[in-house]
């Protein structure tokens, strides 16, 4: 099994930064990506920013330039720091985990985590 545990949400005001984490643990092996999604009310979980067992990262339009993915592979450990952050940031933000290729692929979510940003 694998577990996810991210920390890092908050309360902020607009133009606040925060930095989220996300440790995996348990049975971790063939890593492809890991990434964070946010999720409004009601609305469909969007990809924020990922990056690549190679170090490849992509961002949604909405944060390029503000939010900066990284991760630590020897602590199986994803940040996102998010600076000059904006009241339509605000969502539950998830930590994503996909792990093995083909008949062997697995996708792992976090509990999600609180990000509230006031204007």
């Known amino acids: 099994q694998v577990q996810l545990a991210e920390s890092g949400g908050g309360l902020v005001q607009a133009g606040g930064s925060l930095r989220l984490s996300c440790a995996a643990s348990g049975s971790i092996s063939a890593i492809r990506t890991m990434g964070w999604y946010r999720q409004a009310p009601g609305k469909q979980r969007e990809l924020v920013a990922i990056?690549?067992?190679?170090?490849?990262?992509n961002y949604a339009d909405s944060v390029k330039g503000r939010f900066t993915i990284s991760r630590d592979s020897a602590k199986n450990t994803v940040y996102l720091q998010m600076n000059n952050l904006k009241p339509e940031d605000t969502d539950v933000y998830y930590c994503?985990?996909?792990?093995?290729?083909?008949?062997?692929?697995?996708?792992?979510w976090g509990q999600g985590t609180q990000v509230t940003v006031s204007s």
């Open positions: 990056i690549s067992n190679g170090g490849f990262t």
């Open positions: 994503n985990l996909l792990m093995g290729w083909g008949a062997y692929e697995n996708d792992y």
